[in-house]
């Protein structure tokens, strides 16, 4: 799996993408494209006749000749054009496209842990890079293809003057070569010097950052932030300054012989038109075409770095196509529509990928159906992780779970997320309309207010609402221009809410979703939530909640006590209790500042 795919399979998978995402486009930009690039090297040509035509004084020739360049002129000037605004398009979509693949193979990839795995995130990191220059690219890659075939053209074209001219391609290597050694080297220096610019811009950036800008301030601290981003930005830009100017000159002198090779097939066709083997519209033709070939060649060999680019990109790509089809899930049971027994955890550990030990070791425990689950213990004790191997979002590394005897690694897995409510503790902020922001939670019903505010009402933060200007309609986060930042514990209000807009859940779980709420409201979100996942709920929904709070765990049938990585104790509270052993320990403790 550490070896990359050739580059053939990525530039295939690349043209399958674009012809699947906008096949007229890739048809159109590429047929006009190839008509500019045949039309262009033509004006030497025509150049050709225009002179010879004068020289013969024949007006007719002349006029015909000035007619046709304004033709070509025109015809190859606008086929470009159309060139380019379709391939811009495609290019764009695909791109888009290749967004979208990526949000469906994550996907597919079902298990978290998967997706956590450095080699994966380093793929992918890869191709998001890179998808911000792949349009443009991918524009340059295609143009250096025509430019390709205007080379032909003209070398055919100088041919007719004389077979030896097709020598004055070799001429532009030098130069070329040169262009690609000061490139490289240009590179290497911005690579050196990035550490320099990134520390620069970090300075320019805490300079000018509103939270920032206020302890500065205070510390006194601008002018020292101001000297090192000034400091850093020099090294990075004299670096960079002495890379280009060596480039510089050494391309220069490596043109040197292009010249020479130049004005050598100038002075050639010049010597045969005075002694009457070439007109005087060949010496035109080749001092026009032999430009152009410079340029087109320079053309051709500036793009490299942008093939390099792209096929690297879809190797990446590919990459994560075949990593995710050998971890796609597979497994095809369906969660009934209701619970009847349970969960069971049969002595289930888990161990994160690269971790010395398991977060979770050997956990056995039982959560009937109908009932309310508290786990407790300490920070990193493992709660976060129990709770996601119930979610399904990674796959225990021993024992099993199983929902109504089903083993949860034979079930299909979105089938089982999409039975699942809850809050996490790492909930996310997402930052559109608050009605989105709540609705998400149930896609089909993000659209309406009555149901989310349903929602809101049920999670017991109604009052959201009014707290916003524009109510359900108030833009959230600070990516809106006029878009309102909740605090801590509005942002929990919204992710609480949205882990209602689901009515029907088989499990309910809440990782600390009170966290940031004052304990009368975590109060009254957990009785709602005891009211939905009753024993007498018809569907059997399982609530599993993590809290800190007593007043929270004392009132679920089963607390489940988790101690680094273990299940310590279980019962209820008051056996928890009568018992005296760790939960007892942390209730008394807790007790004196609490409930
Ligand atoms: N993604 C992860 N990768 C590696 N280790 C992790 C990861 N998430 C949590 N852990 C580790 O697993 C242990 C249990 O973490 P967690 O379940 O989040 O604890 P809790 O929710 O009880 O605070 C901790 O030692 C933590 O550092
Ligand atoms: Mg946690």
Known sequence: MNERPPATA?????????????????IVSLGLGSLASLLTPLFPLLFKALVDGAVRSDTNTVTAAAVAIAALQAGSHSSGSYASIFGWNLWERVTVSIDERLVGLTTRL????????????????????????????????????????????????????????????????????AGRWAEERGQRALRESALDARTADGFALLAVDPP????????????????????????????????????ALVSAAALVVFTVGFAGAVLFVTDRSLHGGATVGAVILVLTAGQQLHNQIGGVLASSGDLFRIVETVRHLAWIERYVDLHEERGAARPAPAMREGLRLEGVSFRYDGAERDALADVSLTLPAGSVVAVVGENGAGKST????????????????????VDLADTHAPSWR???????????????????????????????????????????????????PEGLETPLGRAF???????????????????????????????????????????????????????????GTITVIVSHRFSTVRAAHVVAVVHDGRLVESGTHAELLRRGGRYAEMYRTQAEGYV
């Open 10 to 26: 990525g530039i295939v998978l690349l043209l399958r993408t674009a012809a699947a995402t906008d096949r007229r486009g890739l």
């Open 212 to 247: 920032a800008a206020g302890e500065l301030r205070v510390l006194r601290l601008r002018e020292l932030v101001l000297e090192r981003h000034i400091a850093a930005w020099e090294r990075a830009v004299a670096r960079q300054w002495r890379a280009e100017s060596v480039g």
């Open 418 to 468: 999409a039975s699942l409510s809850g809050a996490f503790q790492d909930f996310v902020r997402f930052e559109v309309l608050a009605r989105e922001s709540v609705g998400i939670g149930r896609i089909e019903e993000a659209g309406e207010p009555a149901r989310v505010r349903r929602a809101l009402a049920g999670a017991d933060v109604a009052d959201l609402e009014g707290e916003l």
């Open 481 to 539: 221009l006029n878009g309102v930042d909740l605090s801590g514990g509005q942002w929990q209000k919204v992710a609480l809410a949205r882990s209602m807009m689901r009515e029907a859940p088989l499990m309910l779980v809440l990782d600390e979703p009170t966290y940031s709420l004052d304990v009368d409201s975590e109060r009254r979100v957990f009785e709602w939530f005891s009211r939905v996942a009753g024993t007498d709920n018809p569907l």
């Open 110 to 177: 079902g298990l978290v842990d998967r997706a956590e795995r450095p080699d994966y995130v380093e793929h992918l990191t890869l191709v998001r890079t890179n998808r911000e220059t792949f349009q443009e690219s991918m524009m340059s890659l295609v143009g250096a293809m025509f430019l390709a075939v205007q080379v032909l053209v003209t070398i055919a074209i100088l041919a007719t003057v004389a077979p030896i001219l097709i020598l004055l391609p070799l001429f532009s290597a030098a130069p070329v070569a």
């Open 386 to 405: 129990l709770v996601k191997l119930l979610c399904g979002l990674h796959r225990p590394t021993a024992g099993r779970i199983a929902v109504d005897g």
